[in-house]
């Protein structure tokens, strides 16, 4: 193992393309991380805007390739359109950078195998922020008590993501499937995550996968806007839906929820808001042998950023492992391709 270095971690942002670039640079920061500065250049000047005003330490580079070869940079952050992470990345990791993306990493296999060969190749960290895990309190304390048997050997999985569209606010990039990558490739790699790290499977096969267009009139020819995926091991089964169908008079943009069924009990996570329930989000309710209890995870502290900044420094990989990251993002890849689209309404 290398030797722990005691300099800060330095990071730039180059990829600003999503909204999920705020809670990358905002985790680092507080994990101890400097933040070096972001290239501004994106599809949509409002998240340009959102980053200067929410870190206005961050120097701003009209440029990527000053910060994909700056000297002083070790990880380069992205949530670029996703069809250009995997460029991004490799170009990083060839200059000697590790790479934290959002999800999801990859939108093909060409280019899942590339980054693959190029991690092999430099020895760097290609990391995704799988956000409805790294940073819901309620899922990481679930993942704790399951690993630590709280409901017995677990079974089953269901996991659903539904999303509010907000069309109107939406970059073009958005509704075009080879650019944002396909609603499995994109929001199931969440579920994908969950239900890999609850069952503690290296991998999985994909038993079924679907897709469709069930609201036509909301977006483009090609949008499709419901995705299901039945994953599978010799021990283990799990559910996915996804979804862009949250109501506009939802408080928050999904009511998204993760199930396990185990031996000897059962949990729900109900990670944004309980509805007409307790105020909040983070709400955990575990069902074992003594009974039932709802946990309030809201103030239990996160700790993948802090992993991960660790990791750069000592080349560990405590936060997620890179085989995790390739296999996730495989899979997600393999339900797209295999799934079963609904026929287009006339």
Not at 288 to 294: M, W
Request: glycine letters at 8%.
């Amino acid at each position: 193992m290398a030797a722990m270095r005691n300099s800060p971690v330095r990071f730039a942002v180059v990829g600003i393309d999503h909204r999920h670039v705020y809670d990358l640079v905002e985790g680092l920061l507080a994990a101890g991380a400097q933040g070096v500065g972001y290239c501004d250049q994106g599809s949509d000047p409002r998240v340009a805007q959102g980053l200067a005003s929410r870190f206005p330490e961050l120097k701003a580079f009209s440029r990527a390739q000053d910060l994909l070869t700056h000297p002083e940079v070790d990880v380069i952050v992205c949530a670029a359109i996703p069809a250009d992470r995997a460029e991004i990345a490799i170009t990083a990791m060839r200059h000697g950078k590790d790479v934290l993306v959002d999800k999801p990493g990859v939108t093909t296999a060409e280019q899942l195998a590339q980054v693959t060969q190029t991690v092999a190749q430099t020895g760097r960290i290609f990391s995704v922020c799988f956000t409805e895990r790294f940073l819901v309190p309620a899922v990481q304390h679930a993942l704790e008590l399951v690993q630590g048997g709280a409901i017995g050997e677990p079974l089953h999985t269901l996991g659903i993501g539904p999303h509010r569209l907000n069309a109107a606010i939406r970059p073009d990039w958005f509704f075009q499937e080879d650019r944002a990558g396909a609603i499995l490739v994109d929001i199931a790699s969440h579920q994908i995550d969950q239900f890999l790290v609850f069952t503690g499977s290296p991998t999985a096969e994909i038993a079924h996968s679907h897709v469709g267009q069930y609201h036509p009139k909301r977006a483009g020819a090609d949008f499709n806007d419901f995705g299901e995926i039945i994953l599978q091991t010799e021990r283990h089964r799990g559910y996915v839906r996804v979804d862009w169908f949250t109501p506009d008079g939802l408080p928050v943009w999904g009511d998204g929820r993760f199930f396990v069924t185990g031996t000897d009990g059962t949990l729900e996570i109900r990670k944004y808001l309980d509805i007409e329930g307790r105020p909040g989000g983070n709400h955990l309710f575990l069902a074992d042998r003594q009974g039932t209890r709802h946990i309030d995870c809201s103030a239990m502290p996160l700790t993948f950023f802090a992993r991960f900044v660790a990791d750069v420094q000592a080349r560990t990989q405590t936060a997620m492992s890179q085989a995790h990251a390739f296999e996730v993002c495989a899979l997600a890849l393999q339900a797209q391709a295999l799934a079963h689209p609904r026929s287009r309404p006339a």
